[in-house]
């Protein structure tokens, strides 16, 4: 069984697609959709490695929010844009990494979830193997997160922890 619809924010798509593993949230989700200010995010550079990856995966999952975004004073725009197109769509969960916009949609009653959390997940449920190869990828292309927390998962997972000094 899938978890229903999930909006998702550009901080963990960044991070799928870099380890090659958008596919994953069709594993765990019955639909996938982004605000108009992540899609901008995504596919504003049309250089960058990723972005056919992107373009491909997210052409026909945004979503234009149609109330007015109140929250940018608080939080990026794309940030801001995805709690409001959750609320709009009723969704499942929120895909966000970032700790303020976060704890921000947590007092709001939304269902947060974080990439390490939904990687985690995505390996109980077999559809990606080892994590550790990943959690590598992520703090060598400077993907922001905590090597505590990534080490935390993987011991709970039954995998060798990562020593990694910055």
Do not use: H
Not at 137 to 152: C, E, G, H, I, M
């Amino acid at each position: 069984m899938k978890n229903g619809l999930v909006i998702a924010d550009s901080g963990p798509i960044f991070s799928l697609a870099l380890i090659d593993k958008l596919d994953i949230l069709y594993g765990l989700f019955d639909n996938i959709r982004i605000p108009q200010a992540v899609w901008k995010e995504i596919t504003y550079d049309e250089t960058k490695q990723d972005y056919l990856k992107l373009y491909n995966f997210f052409k026909d999952k945004t979503c234009q929010i149609s109330g007015l975004n109140e929250l940018t004073f608080v939080m990026d725009f794309g940030e801001s844009e995805s709690l409001i197109l959750y609320k709009e769509l009723q969704a499942d969960f929120l895909l966000i990494d970032d700790k303020k916009a976060r704890k921000i949609a947590e007092n709001l009653d939304i269902n947060c979830i974080g990439l390490i959390g939904l990687l985690s997940i995505a390996k109980d449920k077999g559809l990606i193997g080892k994590l550790r190869p990943i959690f590598e990828t992520f703090l060598q292309n400077k993907r922001f997160y905590s090597v505590d927390l990534l080490n935390a998962i993987l011991m709970a997972k039954g995998e060798e922890i990562i020593s990694y000094k910055t």
